[in-house]
């Protein structure tokens, strides 16, 4: 079993940044994808961003592509969301995510994961 704990959400006006972390314990292993994720009221989740633990490769959501970045420590246990160019629309409950073994950090943004925090609201004020 993984456990994630979130931490960073917070309320920023539009403009501003935010860094949030995902802190990954129990049976972790550089083979993991990590992602980010978020839902906004009312709508479906949606893939924000995705990084390989061992390699650190990344890929991002067109939405978000050049405002966010994915990263992860040298332990490769916390990895972060670094968001900056927040604008209202980002506004969310924001959740980290681990996956055992994957193909390609595309298919990421659609295949299931097999572990989740309990999510970290952020809300951007206009």
């Known amino acids: 079993q993984v456990q994630l704990v979130e931490s960073g959400g917070g309320l920023v006006e539009a403009g501003g940044s935010l860094r949030l972390s995902c802190t990954a314990s129990g049976r972790t292993s550089s083979s993991y994808a990590m992602g980010w994720f978020r839902q906004a009221p009312g709508k479906e989740r949606e893939f924000v961003a995705v990084i390989s633990v061992s390699t650190g490769n990344r890929y991002y959501a067109d939405s978000v592509n050049g405002r966010f970045t994915i990263s992860r420590d040298n332990a490769k246990t916390t990895v972060y969301l670094q968001m900056n160019s927040l604008k209202p629309e980002d506004t969310a409950v924001y959740y980290c995510?681990?996956?055992?073994?994957?193909?390609?950090?595309?298919?990421?943004?659609?295949?299931?994961?097999?572990?989740w925090g309990q999510g970290t609201q952020v809300t951007v004020s206009s």
């Open positions: 995510a681990a996956r055992v073994g994957f193909t390609t950090l595309q298919r990421m943004s659609t295949e299931p994961y097999n572990y």
